[in-house]
């Protein structure tokens, strides 16, 4: 069930049962030749609302714009300073946990979310460590990756093998492909499996990367490919949220 399409009413009856809410959050990045600038929001989304039926959970408004300074030199890409993504990450926890959300899982889907979203998470609990005792509910968030949910490593391994790399890697092509069938790309790749290393700030990684993958091949990837990957992702997440909510 969605945040978006639910009443006031509806959101404080879903409180009685529960206070959990799963929020997904993304980048608008570019993907390579043939990714969609969106991959990562709408891989986030997609996953996340599959996890909220599964689970019976209520799923938040999708955080479509992360921390993807690294990509800037390649146009379409935008991008949150770390320190503006902690503040949006911690007002929206703060606005929920008002209403008495306590447990927050985001579901990610950009590696270069992951230091700052754990910085966000710190700088949650130590408002709420530094709180004049007693006024404040007890939160806790947890962060996973869609492609953390059980078995979709395995599944990509025997797909892609080393073709899978770790930006714009067929995996997550494959995902907005079977979520956008209608905005299926082609474009030559060459060489056919990117470069690998490291970067740092955007002229660096065009300087390394010039089309923008780094060490994936996503000409690999198909629709069907794409909703074997979400059907793992979905059943191994919903699985996590589930012990977690329960522990
Ligand atoms: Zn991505």
Known sequence: MQLHLQTWPE??????TSRG???????????????????????AEIVARGVGETAGAMVGPTIGVGMAQHHMAFPG???????????V????????????????????????????????????????????????APIKCRLRNWWQGEG????????????????????????????????IKHAPLDPPIAPRGDFTDAAD????????RIGSN?????????????DAAVAGLAKDYQSWMAS
């Open 152 to 183: 979709v490593g395995q599944i990509a391994k025997e797909l892609y093998g080393d073709a899978e790399g770790s930006h714009a890697t067929p995996s997550e092509v494959a995902v907005t492909q079977f979520a956008h069938p209608e905005a």
């Open 89 to 136: 990450v911690r007002d929206i926890v703060e606005s929920l946990a008002v209403h008495g959300f306590e447990r927050f899982y985001f579901i990610n889907a950009h590696g270069g979310n992951i230091a700052t979203m754990t910085a966000a998470f710190s700088e949650i609990y130590a408002a709420r460590s530094m709180a004049p005792a007693g006024n404040v």
């Open 205 to 212: 990684y065009r300087r390394r990367f010039p089309d923008g």
């Open 218 to 230: 996503p000409a690999l990837a198909t629709p069907e490919a794409g909703k074997r990957l979400y």
């Open 11 to 16: 959101v404080e009856a879903y409180l009685q």
């Open 21 to 43: 809410m799963i929020l997904p959050i993304g980048s608008t990045e570019q993907h390579g030749p043939i990714g969609l600038i969106g991959t990562d929001a709408i891989c």
């Open 77 to 87: 890409s935008v991008t949150l300073r770390p320190s503006t993504l902690i503040a």
